[in-house]
């Protein structure tokens, strides 16, 4: 058991919860998963090596951070933060690079260690801009996180980790924009990106796949904590809370309250376009493949039967998929993490 900066026990998954993790995701699990205590944040062993680093990341005041457990609207606002920052007229050619390579993922790298994925050849995309970004650096120190660090002025920067684990002074110092999405889709999203990223592989059942959730064991671990931990400092003057249901349903409302918060100053003819430009459509078919071909790191039969990455995008698409004891099961859950919360989360559009 190792101790970290951010003061949580790094405690290994062994026996039976490690071999079932083992059985589902064959993507990662092989790699040895690790519990950060207190709290039960779930991760493949690799982070270990990036946790310190990451907590000790220095931030800096022109620094957007956009946090969000997986699946909850991140690159959704990736795309709509680095637009509202650095493409405010939709001219900027640096836009025609993938949001990621725009927008690092700061603990990407323990995601890239999957045997299932080939080592990125040197003419990849990805380690061309690593290459440029950080001349003479060590990508085995981490791609991701050293082109976070080298991104230039203002950075934007995305991250599923929990507050508890970020540097402790972001909040003091740089922006976050958080976004929570309701837990009946987050799943259903979750379930098909873990199916979909060779990353990840997972071969097991919807069902067990919303046991996982419910347990806290899948990837980053508890969804409430997460949410309770930036929920409760929403009210301080560098953290921006959003709803991907209210995004999703009052866009151009939501774009003039990030509008006020980034303090960038845009009209609303320009909030009007890049609400288009960053409609699930627009992205959905400006949707950029890095590597070589898609077959690299997605399972192409999963696109083939339920979509790629921009799969639905909607609000309320879990309709359909319980079954009554699984919703009853959920619900049950939802209901018991919710008290004392008062977020009430839309599960509908209507
Ligand atoms: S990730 O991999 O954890 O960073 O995924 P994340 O970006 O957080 O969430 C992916 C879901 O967001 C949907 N998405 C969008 N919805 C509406 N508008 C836009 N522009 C948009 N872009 C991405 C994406 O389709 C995933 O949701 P589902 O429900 O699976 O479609």
Not at 244 to 268: A, M, V
Request: net charge neutral; aromatic share 12%; proline share 7%.
């Amino acid at each position: 058991m190792t101790s970290t900066a951010s003061g949580h026990e790094v405690v290994p998954l062994e026996g039976d919860e490690l071999r079932r993790q083992e059985k589902d995701f064959t993507g990662y699990a092989d790699l040895g998963m690790v519990r950060f205590n207190p709290g039960r944040c779930l991760f493949m062993e690799p982070f270990t090596k990036f946790a310190d680093k990451i907590y000790k990341f220095p931030v800096k005041s022109s620094d957007v951070y956009v946090v969000t457990w997986p699946k909850c609207g991140t690159t959704w606002c990736q795309e709509i933060v680095w637009t509202m920052r650095n493409n405010p007229n939709l001219d900027n050619q640096m836009a025609k690079m993938p949001v990621n390579g725009r927008v690092p993922f700061l603990e990407f790298d323990m995601l890239l260690k999957s045997k299932l994925l080939k080592p990125p050849a040197p003419d990849n995309p990805m380690m061309q801009g690593f290459q440029k970004m950080c001349p003479g650096k060590d990508p085995s120190d981490g791609v991701f996180f050293q082109m976070s660090e080298a991104l230039p002025d203002p950075r934007t920067i995305k991250s599923h980790l929990p507050l508890s684990l970020l540097p402790p002074d972001m909040l003091k110092t740089s922006k976050v924009v958080y976004v929570a999405r309701n837990p009946k889709d987050v799943v259903v999203s979750f379930h098909h990106h873990s199916r979909l990223f060779k990353g990840h592989n997972y071969v097991g059942s919807f069902e067990d796949f919303v046991q996982y959730f419910v347990d806290d064991d899948l990837l980053y671990g508890p969804y409430w904590l997460h949410l309770k931990e930036a929920w409760e400092r929403r009210e301080e003057s560098n953290l921006h809370f959003i709803f991907y249901e209210d995004l999703k349903s009052n866009n151009i409302e939501e774009l003039k309250k990030l509008n006020r918060f980034l303090e960038t100053k845009l009209t609303d003819t320009q909030l009007e376009k890049i609400s288009n430009y960053t409609s699930f459509n627009e992205m959905k078919s400006r949707d950029l493949v890095p590597g070589d071909s898609a077959s690299d790191y997605m399972n192409v039969e999963v696109i083939h039967k339920d979509g790629g990455f921009f799969r639905k995008g909607t609000v309320g698409d879990w309709k359909g998929k319980y079954t009554p004891e699984l919703e009853v099961k959920i619900d049950n859950w939802i209901k018991k993490n919710l008290q004392g919360f008062g977020i009430n989360f839309k599960y509908s559009t209507a």
